[in-house]
């Protein structure tokens, strides 16, 4: 599976921007994806995922209610929209595909991640 994310950028604080990541491959073990973000110094972290269905979402704390995860299966292609944003929501953001069975379980196959910088 390759994965390919876009989107990224600079944004004031309370901006929005959309984040895309279009997979393409065999996607056989595959059953959700996910987004992730790392800010300098800080361990990565899951902030939303998506079944391939589409009828499951989750979000981290941190982003509930301003970020929404969504997914066209038509086009291989997963969103991130992310609203009101923050300074602290600065990173590099990086899409995942994995498997999803009550918890998500990222496999090894990453985007090569698309950085946010939010400023104040």
């Known amino acids: 599976v390759q994965l390919v994310e876009s989107g990224g950028g600079l944004v004031q604080a309370g901006g929005s921007l959309r984040l895309s990541c279009a997979a393409s491959g065999s996607t056989f073990s595959i059953n959700a994806m996910g987004w992730y973000r790392q800010a300098p110094g800080k361990r990565r972290e899951l902030v939303a995922l998506?079944?391939?269905?589409?009828?499951?979402?989750n979000y981290s704390d941190s982003v509930k209610g301003r970020f929404t995860i969504s997914r066209d299966n038509a086009k291989n292609t997963m969103y991130l929209q992310m609203n009101s944003l923050k300074p602290e929501d600065t990173a590099v953001y990086y899409c995942?595909?994995?498997?999803?069975?009550?918890?998500?379980?990222?496999?090894?196959?990453w985007g090569q991640g698309t950085q946010v910088t939010v400023s104040s």
């Open positions: 998506i079944t391939s269905g589409g009828g499951i979402t």
């Open positions: 995942n595909a994995g498997r999803y069975s009550g918890s998500y379980y990222p496999l090894n196959y």
